[in-house]
Each structure stands twice: as structure tokens, then as C-alpha cells.
């Protein structure tokens, strides 16, 4: 599956983007789809995953309460909805999905064998 990321730009501290990450080559069916970001001189970090049959999902501490990951199987894309946006929010953000993503795992890079081509992220104090 090849996966489109978009949605990214420059946003006021305390504002809000929503990012989409679009298959194409397959649907998401049977996939977990997870939202990484890495900002400069940092490891790529794991930020959001949601399992496409069950729609269960999961989000890392730092962004819980603020970012949102949801899925529209008829559009084939998956969102992350970034509100009350935090300087520290910048970053290249990156979408990822993989068939055979184990629940212990949902939060790890080397997880994922699909990746977006990555966004960015700036968010201004």
C-alpha cells in the first residue's frame, strides 16, 4: 500500500491542523495505521496507531487529550486531529501501516514496513 500524508503547515501555539493520510495501491482493510513525527535531531517518535477493524486506538501521553486519530474506510484515509498545538509539536510528521502490527508493538518504528513521505509541522509561540 502506498500512503499519501498531508495537511501540515504553520500554526499559532494553541491552534489546530488535521492531518490525512490517504492509501492508494489497497484499502487500509486489515491494517493498523500509526502517526509518527520527528522533529530535528530527534528519533522519529510514535504519536498516535489505529487499528482499522476494530478501531481501537492509541495515543502517546504528551498528546492525549489533544490529538485525535480517526479513520474513514470509505475515503480510505486516516486523520489525526491536532488541537491546542504546543511549539514543542514541531516536527516532520509521518504516517505508517502495516498488516501484521501486534498490540505490544502498535508504538514502534520498525513495525511498520509503509510509510508517507512525511509532512511538516510548525507550530509558532
Known amino acids: 500500500v502506498q500512503l499519501q500524508a498531508s495537511g501540515g503547515g504553520l500554526a499559532q501555539a494553541g491552534g489546530s491542523l488535521r492531518l490525512s493520510c490517504a492509501a492508494s495501491g489497497r484499502t487500509f482493510s486489515g491494517y493498523t495505521v500509526g502517526w509518527f513525527r520527528q522533529a530535528p535531531g530527534k528519533q522519529r517518535e510514535f504519536v498516535a496507531a489505529?487499528?482499522?477493524?476494530?478501531?481501537?486506538?492509541y495515543h502517546t501521553d504528551s498528546v492525549k487529550g489533544r490529538f485525535t486519530i480517526s479513520r474513514d474506510n470509505a475515503k480510505n484515509t486516516v486523520y489525526l486531529q491536532m488541537n491546542t498545538l504546543k511549539p514543542e509539536d514541531t516536527a516532520v510528521y509521518y504516517c505508517?501501516?502495516?498488516?501484521?502490527?501486534?498490540?505490544?508493538?502498535?508504538?514502534?518504528?520498525?513495525?511498520?514496513?509503509?510509510w508517507g513521505q512525511g509532512t511538516q509541522v510548525t507550530v509558532s509561540s
Open positions: 489505529i487499528r482499522i477493524n476494530g478501531a481501537h486506538t
Open positions: 505508517a501501516a502495516s498488516r501484521s502490527v501486534i498490540l505490544s508493538q502498535v508504538a514502534a518504528v520498525g513495525a511498520y514496513n509503509n
